[in-house]
């Protein structure tokens, strides 16, 4: 078993060096598996009819999202545990305090140990391509299989007075290496004219000491992503996005497209992405 991604050349139309070829790595494209499969699987594992272990699912599945729904921090037997959360605006008046306030209603999803273990051991298979999607070549990893971990911690305050509010666990505390898929670190801001005819110059900014990860090629950025450093001079339609990264934890992605025109009346607003 290996996860696979893909490493395809391609002609960079952002940076110092447009016009440069370069490797640019992405996920695979996974086939979603259809849900009576996964019954089947478990089946022939556990020797249990499938009905029954999808009649067990689902009476466990509406507990969960009930519990979840007033606060509890729900275990997902053998995944981990979820609970609902909120991101919110913080005031200092307590008169200020209004449901307007909260900007975003969340899901938290925690892996267990074991989850973190079965993706640390995994391998990662990387596929090389040419520009016209032909195979070069497969290589698989030998990383040191070091697993990001954005911790979140509750009620923690950013620089722009976001603040995510949730159950934690039954103390009231925080679960040690939650591996939370929610932050408080505001998501980053992407600047420069969305349309143009020659070229534009972007910038990134985010929270105090937040560090800027993007990426020009439609994928979603992470911890490993190209860090912005520097205006990028942007000459050719491109799609960025971008994220914030401060302490371990992720912001949400900000996404901008950049369209170049003839600057005609006729000309079209589509674009092409990186």
């Not at 067990?56 to 979840?68: L, P």
Request: aromatic share 4%.
């Amino acid at each position: 078993m290996a996860i696979k991604v893909i490493a395809q050349r391609r002609v960079l139309k952002i940076g110092k060096n447009p016009g440069v070829k370069k490797f640019v790595i992405r996920p695979d494209l996974y086939i979603p598996v259809q849900e009576k499969k996964v019954f089947s699987e478990a089946s022939t594992h556990s020797g249990i009819n499938a009905g029954v272990i999808k009649a067990a699912w689902d009476a466990a599945g509406e507990v969960i999202r009930t519990w979840a729904t007033e606060g509890h921090s729900v275990p997902l037997p053998g995944l981990g545990t979820m609970r609902f959360s909120v991101r919110s605006k913080a005031v200092e008046d307590m008169e200020d305090v209004k449901t307007s306030l909260i900007t975003t209603r969340r899901i938290v999803f925690t892996p267990s140990v074991d989850v973190k273990d079965e993706l640390k051991n995994t391998s990662i298979q990387i596929t090389c391509l040419d520009e016209e999607g032909n195979v070069l070549k497969r290589v698989t990893s030998s990383d040191d299989g070091e697993i990001e971990d954005t911790e979140q911690e509750n009620g923690t305050t950013d620089s722009t007075d976001n603040t995510d509010s949730g159950s934690g666990s039954n103390n009231g505390g925080n679960s040690s290496g939650s591996g939370s898929i929610t932050t408080g670190v505001a998501a980053p801001t992407i600047g420069g004219e969305g349309a143009f005819t020659t070229s534009t110059q972007v910038t990134m900014s985010g929270p105090d000491g937040a560090e800027i990860r993007y990426t020009s090629d439609g994928s979603t950025p992470t911890a490993s992503s190209t860090l912005y450093t520097e205006p990028i001079t942007v000459s050719s339609s491109v799609t960025l996005k971008a994220i914030a990264i401060k302490d371990g934890q992720s912001s949400e992605v900000t996404t901008k497209q950049f369209v170049k025109s003839d600057g005609g009346a006729d000309d079209p607003s589509g674009f092409e992405g990186a």
